[in-house]
Nanobody, 124 residues
């Protein structure tokens, strides 16, 4: 069992930066691939990024590639999402999630555990 808690969301102007954190409880955090998703009102949950259990592999949605960076610190049971050059279209609730392996990482239903989400709002 893994419990996930996101933090770091907030209101920022376009072009600004935010760093999201996902803190995990449980001794098995380091065995899971970890993903970030986001969801805006009226839209489906969208894949943002994923990182493998050891941090050796990362994948990004085309919409955030070059602006967002996912990382993890297994000693602290925490994953991060550094978001730079933010745009109004990045406004959403951001969720972290955990899954076994790196198969079908863009599919929300493939993830076993989810956090409660943190709101990110980017003003123009």
């Amino acid at each position: 069992q893994v419990q996930l808690v996101e933090s770091g969301g907030g209101l920022v102007q376009a072009g600004g930066s935010l760093r999201l954190s996902c803190a995990a409880s449980g001794r098995t955090f380091s065995t899971y691939a970890m993903g970030w998703f986001r969801q805006s009102p009226g839209k489906e949950r969208e894949f943002v990024a994923v990182i493998s259990w050891n941090g050796g592999t990362t994948l990004y949605a085309d919409s955030v590639k070059g602006r967002f960076t996912v990382s993890r610190d297994n000693a602290k049971n925490t994953m991060y999402l550094q978001m730079n050059s933010l745009k109004p279209e990045d406004t959403a609730v951001y969720y972290c999630a955990a899954k076994n392996g790196l198969v079908r990482v863009r599919v929300p239903n493939e993830y076993d555990y989810w956090g409660q989400g943190t709101q990110v709002t980017v003003s123009s």
